[in-house]
């Protein structure tokens, strides 16, 4: 059967079997199911379907293919629905990709590689531990590999706000602090001071 055809909402309606109210939505393959939202003409009944309807909305008109989340999930399962927001959002004025989608690249290279067949819900503060070692031996400074950490981590934060994983997966990674000075073999770029007198008095007379 058909989805709904787009700009029109599925009915509130009476399922006369059962005394309760209902709507029936898509799910991803087009197979039209029952969502069950209470007894029928009660104000509960009546909110569920606005929850229910705006959550069908934001998925793309689709329910999920197996309840909230899918504990079956990959982590590679997982970074393709992530690196599809990250070629859509992280683009130039002019619509060529930006430099940040190549130190998401850099950043999750090593997070597909050493975990990508393993169960984002298993995907936990010592793994991404794990990975942070990788980046600290690769002779990366200390910010830059606490930078890419945290893109790991706004990976995973994308998948709760999809309902790929729970949100205690999210909130586990984040347990994880950033490196501390000296406290590792990794090296500190030193601050950007100021610019000194004599480069500004070379440049004043251009100024203007």
Known sequence: ?????KGSLPSYRLKKSRGQAVVTLTDPSGVRHDVLLGK???PESRAEYLRVLGEWEARGRTLPSSGSHT???TVNEMLVTFWDHVEKHYRVPHGTPSG?????????RPL???????AAVQFGPLALKVIRQRFVESGL???EVDRRVQKIRRAFKGAV??????PSVFHGL?????LKRGGTPTKDHAPIGPVADEHVDKVLPYQR
């Not at 059967?1 to 055809?5: E, F, G």
């Not at 989608?101 to 999750?108: E, G, R, S, T, V």
């Not at 597909?112 to 393993?118: D, L, N, Q």
């Not at 984040?174 to 950033?178: E, P």
């Open 161 to 166: 706000s999809e309902e790929l994983v729970p």
């Open 100 to 108: 940040e989608q190549d130190n998401f690249k850099y950043a999750l």
């Open 71 to 73: 504990p079956d999930l």
């Open 1 to 5: 059967m058909s989805r709904t055809p």
């Open 112 to 118: 597909r590689e050493m975990y990508g067949h393993t």
């Open 174 to 178: 984040q347990s994880v602090g950033g």
């Open 141 to 143: 400074c200390r910010r």
């Open 40 to 42: 029928y003409n009660s």
